[in-house]
């Protein structure tokens, strides 16, 4: 039992702290620190936490997520908050799936509650690629891509029809099951 108590210490130091893995093979890790430095990449964050710990650390970093929103002053303090979640969720690795895109839709939660645009990122994958300053900035650009959708009407090229257009109309068919479920649903 006391070294479980001292692997849960450790995970949450680590987690804490954000320590990169450490990659067994010594030329496998010089190649692909070697590839993501060329891609402007400062960090390396690819490991998951032991499932025996996977609720716990959870709770944790999903507790401490929301004590940053509920004490941020301004909005750099949100965005702060969420490049400090992301990466931690991220490292826990609590699903089989669909990992990136649930701690997204909690960034998006965040920003939406505040009033902030959502984010429409580049590549959300860089969330385990970047520290949490890059993270941060690549936030910031991820609010302003959504602000440009919004301004636009159009993103990276590709112009988004116009309401009550025959594709916008075959779109929100296959839409409607979706919301219908979502509107009659407890999800308040």
Known sequence: MKYQENVKLFLLSRLQNLVPAVIQDEETARLMFEALERD??????????????????????????????LEAQTNEDIYKA???????????????????????????????????????????NIVQLHDEETLLKELHGGSQNCLYLARENELHGYAFPERGSEEVTKNMGYLEPLLEALNSSDMQ
């Open 82 to 124: 969420i490049a400090w979640m992301l990466p931690r969720y991220m490292q826990i690795h609590p699903f089989p799936d669909a990992n990136l895109r649930t701690a997204m839709l909690l960034a998006n939660n965040a920003l939406i509650r505040f009033g902030l645009p959502p984010l429409i990122m580049e590549d959300p």
């Open 40 to 69: 402007g990449h400062q960090c390396i964050q690819i490991q998951s936490a032991p499932a025996m710990y996977t609720e716990e650390l959870l709770e944790y970093v999903l507790g401490e997520f929301d004590n940053f929103l």
